[in-house]
């Protein structure tokens, strides 16, 4: 395989910079939007943060089709300009119903972006090399959201709808592949397929059902923590905000070194999410101060630093090539699904069973899911080696 250029590896890595700020952008802005739209009808102002979600999966699962009818530099421009477009577009939104159609175009951006983050570094890299190139990508992902968490919480004291300028930064990558990304039709062994197959599933089951599960624990943390630490703590709203921050930090640094943990904690490393994500609930439940709080922030961001590049990792390795097309639009929806489900599942199950009055009912959920995690971890891979063979 011809050697890749440094410039084509960096203008990939650039998209998973973006693929986070789907939600990250807005997060600091939330309370100054929902004041905002405080006649409207509040489900409706849920939806503002759920409806990418909702049309990144739609379009991950059609994924294959539209890379049968494009290349991946047209997929590419046509993803990121939409990605321009509408996310900055809020900017000009007054209307939630207008607001709410921009930030489902906005979802179906990331749908088309997301797979080729991923999947072209599958297709243009051998298997030795995706464990320090997924790392890479995670860690982009993660420095993506702490550069938009930052940036859109500044533009938020302007004005609620300033944070959504923040997706003007997609410039940046769409002129990166304009410049430098080849022109590549994707090949795949599902040749007569045109959308999802359940078949797909069921050959990439262990690493989609696994991203499904990651994604649900973790995303207990962004949905519960701000309010835990203002009941627990006398910490500052810029405070928490900084905690929240650190976790994508840790994310970050976890990201980078990752291939050095994949290659030096060989078989325990399939573990390492689900009891990181345990430890960190756990203190969550015990705590009684800033001090647990800061820790359980840190040690979940080691597992969600670690958690997903290596899911994306095995996954690649069995896909091959055609990851772009098969696994890695499996595990994109799976990702977003997870975290659309999280609140739905999670806060209601902590209500029923630990009362409404319990503060930390939804990190006792998030401990019985990270056994079941384990649990999931264990029955899937426990006789398997390491990559390459790994599935």
């Not at 590419?76 to 930030?103: H, K, M, N, Q, T």
């Not at 050959?203 to 943390?221: A, E, N, Q």
């Not at 030096?264 to 689900?274: D, G, L, S």
């Given at each position: 395989?011809?050697?890749?250029?440094n410039?084509?590896t960096?203008?990939?890595?650039?998209?998973?910079l973006?693929?986070?700020?789907a939600g990250?952008?807005?997060?600091?802005a939330?309370g100054?939007?929902?004041e905002?739209?405080?006649?409207?009808p509040?489900?409706?102002?849920?939806?503002?943060?759920?409806v990418p979600?909702?049309?990144?999966?739609?379009?991950?699962?059609?994924?294959?089709?539209?890379s049968?009818?494009f290349?991946?530099?047209?997929i590419?421009?046509?993803?990121?300009?939409?990605y321009v477009?509408?996310?900055a577009?809020?900017f000009?939104?007054?209307d939630?119903?207008?607001?709410?159609?921009l930030?489902?175009l906005l979802g179906?951006?990331?749908?088309?972006?997301?797979?080729?983050?991923?999947?072209?570094?599958?297709?243009?890299?051998p298997?030795?090399?995706q464990?320090r190139?997924?790392g890479?990508?995670?860690?982009?992902?993660?420095?993506?959201?702490?550069?938009?968490?930052?940036?859109?919480?500044?533009?938020?004291?302007?004005?609620?709808?300033?944070?959504?300028?923040?997706?003007l930064?997609?410039?940046?990558?769409?002129?990166m592949v304009?410049r430098?990304?080849?022109?590549?039709?994707?090949?795949?062994?599902?040749?007569?397929?045109?959308a999802?197959?359940?078949?797909q599933?069921?050959?990439?089951?262990?690493?989609?059902?696994?991203m499904l599960?990651?994604?649900?624990?973790f995303?207990?943390?962004?949905?519960n923590?701000?309010v835990?630490?203002?009941?627990?703590?006398?910490?500052?709203?810029?405070?928490?905000?900084l905690?929240?921050?650190?976790?994508?930090?840790?994310?970050?640094f976890v990201g980078?070194?990752?291939?050095?943990?994949?290659h030096?904690f060989?078989?325990?490393?399939?573990?390492?999410?689900p009891?990181?994500?345990l430890?960190?609930?756990?203190?969550?439940?015990?705590?009684d101060?800033?001090?647990f709080?800061?820790?359980?922030?840190?040690?979940i961001?080691?597992?969600?630093?670690?958690?997903?590049p290596y899911?994306?990792?095995?996954?690649?390795?069995?896909?091959g090539?055609?990851s772009a097309?098969?696994?890695?639009?499996?595990?994109?929806?799976?990702?977003y699904?997870g975290?659309?489900?999280s609140p739905?599942?999670?806060?209601?199950?902590?209500?029923?069973?630990?009362?409404a009055?319990?503060?930390?009912?939804?990190?006792?959920?998030?401990?019985?899911?990270?056994?079941?995690?384990?649990?999931?971890?264990?029955?899937?891979r426990h006789?398997?080696?390491?990559?390459?063979t790994?599935?």
């Amino acid at each position: 395989m011809e050697k890749v250029s440094n410039k084509v590896t960096l203008t990939i890595l650039s998209m998973s910079l973006l693929t986070v700020m789907a939600g990250a952008a807005i997060a600091p802005a939330l309370g100054i939007i929902k004041e905002h739209f405080a006649s409207s009808p509040q489900l409706l102002v849920q939806f503002i943060v759920s409806v990418p979600a909702l049309f990144i999966i739609l379009t991950n699962l059609f994924f294959l089709r539209i890379s049968r009818r494009f290349n991946t530099r047209t997929i590419a421009i046509a993803g990121l300009s939409l990605y321009v477009l509408a996310g900055a577009g809020c900017f000009l939104a007054s209307d939630i119903y207008v607001l709410l159609a921009l930030r489902a175009l906005l979802g179906v951006s990331v749908g088309l972006v997301m797979p080729l983050s991923t999947g072209l570094l599958a297709y243009y890299f051998p298997p030795e090399e995706q464990a320090r190139l997924m790392g890479l990508s995670a860690a982009m992902n993660q420095l993506g959201g702490v550069v938009a968490t930052l940036l859109a919480g500044l533009l938020a004291q302007t004005g609620w709808n300033y944070s959504f300028l923040t997706y003007l930064l997609g410039l940046i990558a769409l002129a990166m592949v304009y410049r430098w990304l080849p022109v590549e039709h994707l090949d795949s062994s599902n040749k007569r397929g045109k959308a999802f197959e359940p078949r797909q599933l069921l050959k990439f089951h262990p690493s989609v059902i696994g991203m499904l599960l990651l994604m649900l624990i973790f995303f207990i943390f962004p949905t519960n923590f701000a309010v835990t630490a203002f009941r627990q703590t006398s910490l500052s709203v810029t405070g928490i905000t900084l905690i929240m921050v650190g976790l994508d930090i840790v994310a970050f640094f976890v990201g980078i070194v990752f291939e050095w943990l994949m290659h030096t904690f060989r078989r325990p490393v399939k573990y390492f999410a689900p009891c990181f994500f345990l430890v960190g609930y756990l203190l969550f439940v015990i705590a009684d101060g800033a001090f647990f709080l800061i820790l359980g922030s840190a040690v979940i961001g080691v597992a969600n630093g670690v958690g997903v590049p290596y899911l994306n990792t095995i996954a690649s390795i069995k896909g091959g090539r055609n990851s772009a097309t098969t696994v890695m639009p499996l595990l994109s929806a799976a990702l977003y699904l997870g975290q659309f489900v999280s609140p739905i599942i999670v806060t209601p199950l902590a209500q029923a069973v630990f009362g409404a009055g319990d503060s930390a009912g939804a990190y006792k959920v998030g401990v019985i899911a990270c056994l079941i995690f384990m649990y999931q971890v264990w029955s899937t891979r426990h006789f398997q080696s390491l990559p390459p063979t790994d599935s």
